[in-house]
């Protein structure tokens, strides 16, 4: 078993998962992935299962139904800490986030707890978008922003690096929205404990295939979520005490 678990949350990704599971070891040949399927009706299951017997590095957990991105990493998040893993990468499967970034974002997570892949430090990296697309994405970047606090240009990014000690740390239990907005209170939450995120400069593609999940249902549960965050942590704009990484570290690892 390796240290570094890939999790990969799958819906309908039949034309993508093995692409990416080559374009992964190509990049970094010593990981795991899980891959955490809903049930796909397009028979991603049955892909990832032969790719499951096929290759020791590859695990695959079925879901009974489709019940949205946040619940899914949740699984798989616990999944993880239940075996030694000590990183724990979360990233799409339709290609937007590009394996070759993988080592630069592991290296960020031995020096800091959290690394983020970021889209938007030092100008925007995004290839393909529509303008329609971007200005969503940029605009809610901004407003987790303003209405948190949180010290993140591009807190929604979903290409995140964690140390096994923050996820251990962190009550899962409170994570609870189901599309992306989830992104943004697994930093809020691992933030407010104090821990260290640091932003990776990296390139987002466009998916190639397959269909987009995004709909209006996940953007108006991203726009109460921000407020929600708030709200638990009354408005609070800093973390109440700033852990130790390295001696937090030091314990857990
Ligand atoms: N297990 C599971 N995976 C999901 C679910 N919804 C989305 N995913 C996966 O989560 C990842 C991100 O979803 P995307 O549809 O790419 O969402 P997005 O990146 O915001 O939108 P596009 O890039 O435009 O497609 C992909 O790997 C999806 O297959 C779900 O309900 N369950
Ligand atoms: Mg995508």
Avoid at 90 to 95: C, E, P, R
Avoid at 145 to 154: E, K, N, Q
Avoid at 164 to 175: C, K, S, W
Wanted: contains cysteine; charged residues 20%.
């Amino acid at each position: 078993m390796n240290t570094t678990l890939i999790i990969i949350p799958t819906y309908n990704e039949s034309d993508n998962v093995e692409k990416i599971a080559a374009a992964v070891f190509a990049s970094l040949s010593e990981t795991d992935i899980l891959f955490v399927d809903d049930t796909s009706p397009d028979g991603t299951g049955d892909i990832l299962g032969r790719m499951a017997s096929e290759d020791p590095r590859i695990h695959y957990m079925q879901r009974k139904e489709k019940d949205g991105l946040g619940p899914a990493y949740i699984a798989g998040f616990r999944w993880a800490l239940e075996k030694p893993y000590s990183h724990v990468v979360q990233m799409d499967a339709d290609l937007s986030h590009d394996p070759d970034s993988l080592p630069d974002l592991l290296a960020a997570a031995t020096t800091h707890d959290v690394a983020v892949g970021s889209r938007y430090i030092d100008g925007i990296r995004i290839v393909n978008w529509p303008l329609s697309r971007l200005i969503l994405s940029k605009g809610a970047s901004t407003y987790v922003r303003l209405v948190t606090g949180i010290p993140v240009v591009d807190p929604t990014s979903g290409y995140n690096c964690f140390g096994r000690h923050v996820l251990e740390a962190m009550n899962l239990d409170d994570i609870d929205a189901s599309g992306y907005s989830f992104l943004v209170q697994l930093k809020h939450q691992a933030w407010m404990l104090g821990f260290q995120l640091s932003e990776v400069p990296i390139i987002f593609f466009e998916r190639r295939s397959g269909e987009s999940k995004m709909n209006a249902a996940i953007i108006r549960e991203a726009v109460l979520v921000v407020w929600k965050i708030a709200f638990r942590c009354r408005f609070r704009r800093s973390p109440r005490q700033a852990c130790h990484p390295q001696s937090v570290a030091a314990g857990s690892r």
